[in-house]
């Protein structure tokens, strides 16, 4: 089944966790003393489905409807894929519905001067600081994702057109973001001199080194953000998941049209947009204020 999806292209991180999810189900089956597939039986996918609405994990906490749902989702399309390769002529899983899931808002995104903030505790100065706040600079411009900034070469980047190219975004797809004029002028000057003296006498294809001259990791792209975040003094809980969020909702407030918001972000469908437009919530609350 991973040779299939692996030969239907789907990227490894896709691969990997459906990986995990079917490992998940047949330890789950095993601890049952079921041995073969074709053992399986409807009421045992209930029965999972109910041991995940009651799972916890070690420090007591439960899955989410939406966590449920894709432990559920994974057996399922695995089920089917042994039906479409002949390996069952019975799918168990076929009339299990999924669990509702409540519509949340998310969290709330960072105002324009609390970017300013957070971004104004960096020391330009010094070569790492310079390439973080190079790092930020992208992230609020482009709304990319975390995996997206650190998988960036350094001929994705062109500077005259304004643009970066992302190769093998989520669902493995390619695409190009425009950034502002800001970002623009910090990459030209990390490019220029700052990247060279991070890496020394070593060479690299990806566009931002760690300390060690390294390609930098998502972990280590999480740690800055939030040193930067809690040295600002700003209260919210700031992730790199929160300056995408932010890109999108100052896009909306600025009335963009929803379809370049998704196409900026690498969103498949607008529905996936919807969240965001509800972020501008505050905007709402002046204009309620101010006319009712």
């Known amino acids: 089944y991973l040779e299939y999806l692996k030969i239907r292209n789907f990227s490894e991180r896709t691969i990997k966790g459906k990986s995990f999810g079917i490992e998940y189900f047949i330890n789950y089956i095993r601890n049952k003393g079921i041995e073969n597939f074709d053992k399986v039986t409807e009421e045992d996918i209930k029965e999972y489905q109910k041991y995940r609405y009651y799972y916890q994990n070690k420090i007591g906490i439960q899955d989410s ?11 399922k399309q695995f089920f089917k894929y042994l039906i479409k390769s002949g390996e069952l002529n019975y799918n168990p899983a076929q009339n299990i519905e999924l669990v509702k899931e409540p519509k949340r808002l998310p969290k709330s995104a960072l105002t324009h001067k609390e970017v300013k903030k957070i971004i104004n505790q960096i020391n330009i100065n010094e070569p790492l600081g310079y390439r973080d706040r190079t790092i930020l600079e992208v992230l609020y411009s482009s709304g990319i994702r975390r995996s997206e900034l650190t998988n960036i070469k350094l001929k994705d980047v062109k500077l005259e057109e304004g643009t970066i190219r992302i190769n093998k975004g989520k669902g493995n797809k390619d695409r190009m973001v425009p950034i502002g004029k800001i970002a623009i002028k910090y990459l030209e000057g990390y490019i220029k001199f700052v990247r060279k003296e991070i890496l020394k006498n070593k060479e690299s294809e990806y566009l931002f080194i760690s300390k060690k001259q390294n390609k930098l990791s998502i972990d280590r792209l999480g740690d800055i953000v939030k040193m930067y975040a809690q040295m ?3 209260e919210k809980e700031v992730t790199t998941h929160t300056f995408r969020r932010t890109c999108a909702t100052e896009m909306i407030r600025r009335e963009a049209k ?3 918001v998704k196409e900026l972000l690498g969103h498949k469908s607008l529905e ?18 101010k006319y009712h």
């Not at 996936?272 to 204020?289: F, G, R, S, V």
């Open 65 to 75: 409807p939406g966590h449920q749902n894709w432990h559920i989702s994974t057996v």
């Open 272 to 289: 996936t947009i919807e969240p965001y437009c509800n972020l501008t919530i505050m905007d709402l609350k002046k204009a309620h204020e």
């Open 258 to 260: 929803i379809m370049y």
């Open 232 to 234: 600002s003094g700003i």
